[in-house]
């Protein structure tokens, strides 16, 4: 729990920081701003800037029903916010496990990777992709029915 919020923390301090340092200092640019900008930087860092988390069982038996991707990610990846910045709206439509929090989703992304914790790993279909282009993403996401409908019998 920790983990996934220290980059956070970082940022929010060094955002003190600098703004106590720029108001001291008597700088041109205003510290409140500063402050307001490193607070974004750590919100958009924080698992707060991503959809609401699933445990991995979750999330498969979820994505077996209605053909969803789950997305396995960790809080401060790059790659990640990237995936979520250029999905926009659309990530919602997701599936996203948390591997810090969740000890299976974790080791699903290793079985995928190798051993390794790449992340994102977006598994569509059952088949596993390792840091998909964000467009290939949003293209899956699109073709799915919207939210709500259902097929008629």
């Known amino acids: 729990m920790i983990r996934a919020w220290l980059m956070s ?6 955002g003190l920081l600098v703004g106590a340092s720029l ?16 607070l974004l930087l750590a919100w958009t860092q924080s698992p707060l800037f991503f959809p609401r988390r699933l445990d991995a069982a979750e999330a ?19 790659f990640c916010l990237r995936l979520r910045l250029r999905l926009g709206r659309r990530a ?12 299976e989703g974790a080791a ?32 899956v996401l699109d073709a799915l029915p919207a939210p709500g409908v259902r097929d008629a019998d």
């Open 60 to 78: 498969q038996r979820r994505s077996a029903a209605d053909g969803r991707p789950v997305i396995y990610w960790r809080p401060g990846c790059t």
């Open 108 to 139: 699903v992304v290793r079985a995928a990777n190798g051993g390794g914790e790449t992340v994102p790993t977006v598994v569509v279909a059952g088949r596993p992709h390792t840091n998909p282009d964000p467009g290939w993403v949003r293209v």
């Open 23 to 38: 108001l001291l200092g008597g700088s041109s640019v205003p510290s409140p701003v500063v402050a307001v900008l490193f």
């Open 92 to 103: 919602r439509r997701a599936y996203w496990v948390d591997i810090w929090r969740d000890p």
């Open 9 to 14: 923390a970082l940022l929010v301090l060094c």
